[in-house]
T-cell receptor, first 112, second 115 residues
């Protein structure tokens, strides 16, 4: 089945730095979502994107729906320690019966 | 609080037992899901119900049987538990058909350990 590729598996940054993560696929998706998962918790929706080229912000987070519909990226600016967690991208293809395909996630560590 | 809730949070049991996990959402959503997250944190859809009707049934052993008594509840019953069933199981919900169909909201998870 189609996969969403997220790499690297882990990222380590200094507090205050900006970080960018991307998510790519060989298939076209018509919806892209970004989730964050804290240890021992369920994933929390950060940003949802519905149109190719769409750029959406949520506080220090900005995400974009790639123009080819095969990728999306998430930027976190001025990172803080509570940004630590696993960031998942998820996508839905047209007609996929609301099924989301998830990437394998990127574990972000922020050094104080 | 409006949320997706699951019980129990932790479940430790012996191989061969039968167990159930319950999920409830008070978000007024019409679609609910079960996901399995393995030790590598990979999230995989198992089942989805829309208005009590099964709409997604991935390749899951038939020892797993979901049941949705109403659109606010989705339970997961597992028969003859195996070691490989150990994982975190997440329930999620969304409202399909109003444009924002895929904004799925997740519960806190149930960590199942099979000994």
């Amino acid at each position: 089945g189609q996969q969403l590729n997220q790499s690297p598996q882990s990222m380590f940054i200094q507090e205050g730095e900006d970080v960018s993560m991307n998510c790519t696929s060989s298939s076209i998706f018509n919806t892209w979502l970004w989730y964050k998962q804290d240890p021992g918790e369920g994933p929390v929706l950060l940003i949802a994107l519905y149109k190719a080229g769409e750029l959406t912000s949520n506080g220090r987070l900005t995400a974009q729906f790639g123009i080819t519909r095969k990728d999306s990226f998430l930027n976190i600016s001025a990172s803080i320690p509570s940004d630590v967690g696993i960031y998942f991208c998820a996508g839905q293809r047209f007609g996929a019966n609301s099924k989301l395909t998830f990437g394998k996630g990127i574990t972000l560590s922020v050094r104080p | 609080d409006t949320a997706v809730s699951q019980t129990p949070k932790y479940l430790v049991t012996q191989m061969g037992n039968d167990k159930s996990i319950k999920c409830e959402q008070n978000l007024g959503h019409d679609t609910m899901y079960w996901y399995k997250q393995d030790s590598k944190k990979f999230l995989k859809i198992m089942f989805s119900y829309n208005n009590k009707e099964l709409i997604i049934n991935e390749t899951v052993p038939n020892r797993f049987s979901p049941k949705s008594p109403d659109k606010a509840h989705l339970n997961l019953h597992i028969n003859s538990l195996e070691l490989g069933d150990s994982a975190v199981y997440f329930c999620a919900s969304s409202q399909v058909g109003r444009g924002r169909t895929n904004e799925q909201f997740f519960g806190p998870g149930t960590r199942l350990t099979v000994l």
